[in-house]
């Protein structure tokens, strides 16, 4: 594994936001869902898509917290432009769970 200087974590910006509005993805290579996130009056509203169907419904994401890079250029995942990364783990399967904060906490939050 490479070090990496604390300048170099500091410029990956990782904020908290919620999900407004989510929606299948069905297009997408692998099965995936269209995310809507606010991270407040600073940065806003963003989109992406995630592979997140084996744990998570549409309908069950919208509300929830959730962590993201917010500073990576947006990049085209098929036919929509995703303009952040939400984070998450795999499971035992590989299956991707969610980076949230267990409390909560203001969007637009900086990790830190």
Same mark, same amino acid.
């Given at each position: 594994?490479?070090?990496?200087?604390?300048?170099?974590?500091?410029?990956?910006?990782?904020?908290?936001?919620?999900?407004?509005?989510?929606?299948?993805?069905?297009?997408?290579?692998?099965?995936?869902?269209?995310?809507?996130?606010? $991270?407040?009056?600073?940065?806003?509203?963003?989109?992406?898509?995630?592979?997140?169907?084996?744990?998570?419904?549409?309908?069950?994401?919208?509300?929830?917290?959730?962590?993201?890079?917010?500073? $990576?250029?947006?990049?085209?995942?098929?036919? $929509?432009?995703?303009?952040?990364?939400?984070?998450?783990?795999?499971?035992?399967?590989?299956?991707?769970?969610?980076?949230?904060?267990?409390?909560?906490?203001?969007?637009?939050?900086?990790?830190?």
């Amino acid at each position: 594994m490479a070090e990496i200087t604390f300048d170099d974590f500091v410029a990956v910006d990782i904020r908290v936001g919620r999900v407004l509005r989510a929606e299948p993805y069905p297009e997408a290579r692998k099965p995936a869902i269209k995310l809507w996130i606010d $991270f407040g009056a600073q940065i806003g509203e963003r989109r992406t898509s995630a592979q997140l169907t084996v744990h998570y419904t549409p309908e069950a994401l919208v509300g929830r917290l959730v962590c993201a890079v917010v500073n $990576f250029p947006p990049r085209q995942i098929g036919r $929509f432009m995703s303009e952040v990364l939400v984070l998450g783990m795999p499971d035992a399967d590989g299956a991707v769970v969610l980076v949230t904060p267990d409390q909560d906490v203001p969007v637009g939050g900086r990790l830190h």
